[in-house]
């Protein structure tokens, strides 16, 4: 069989596996990249919380943070013009995760643009909104899970932003900004042991679904 015999068969199976909800949308790159950006977010909320020995400017706290997020973001726009067809999956993943940030950013804008017309302070705008897109995956998780993922990446996730959007508006101002660390912290790092408990489970399915065949 020629190469693009072979990348037709790998399709065909994948698409069967997307059928079977066997399908990663995740890949382990994803998995050490959740890890990297928790283990960043966890740096800024320790160089930023007040009095600490190594305590520094707020701009240099969150160069690491914001240094990973931006290698994940051109990772994901990389991935989603490279990736064949076998990994469609990854593809529409990535790209659906890029629009909603296209979408996103314009929208908080406007969000921040009210509030401040509005008087209300930054750290209730941020605690409001992390509170409402916690709820929301909260909903979106107990009642309709979407197919190709987990039900505890939504549930488990929503937990943080719950707790941290509605603890934020009400800590010190000096704690703002270490608590918006620890709150990536926990919910990244949590993201990223469920992304790989997902990713070995469904290892192990496609790998006992071979075995049967053979």
């Known amino acids: 069989m020629s190469s693009n015999d072979w990348e037709r068969v790998r399709s065909d199976l994948s698409t069967m596996r997307t059928a079977l909800g066997l399908e990663q949308p995740w890949s382990t790159g994803d998995v050490w990249f959740c890890g990297a950006i928790s283990v960043a977010a966890g740096l800024y909320a320790l160089l930023s919380w007040p009095d600490v020995p190594l305590q520094v400017p707020s701009s240099w706290a969150a160069a690491p943070l914001l240094g990973m997020l931006a290698s994940f973001f051109i990772y994901m726009a990389f991935k989603q013009r490279s990736l064949p067809p076998r990994e469609e999956s990854r593809r529409r993943e990535y790209r659906s995760t890029l629009a909603a940030l296209a979408v996103a950013l314009p929208a908080t804008g406007i969000y921040f643009s009210w509030g401040n017309y509005a008087g209300m302070s930054r750290m209730l705008l941020i605690g409001n909104l992390l509170a409402l897109i916690g709820f929301t995956m909260l909903v979106i998780g107990v009642a309709q899970p979407p197919l190709r993922y987990p039900r505890s990446y939504l549930i488990v996730g929503s937990l943080p932003l719950i707790a941290f959007g509605l603890a934020i508006p009400l800590a010190q101002p000096a704690y703002h900004r270490s608590l918006i660390?620890?709150?990536?912290?926990?919910?990244?790092?949590?993201?990223?042991?469920?992304?790989?408990?997902?990713?070995?489970?469904?290892s192990q399915s496609v790998a006992g679904a071979a075995d049967v065949g053979h």
């Open 181 to 202: 660390g620890l709150l990536g912290l926990v919910e990244l790092g949590v993201g990223a042991l469920i992304v790989h408990r997902h990713i070995r489970r469904c």
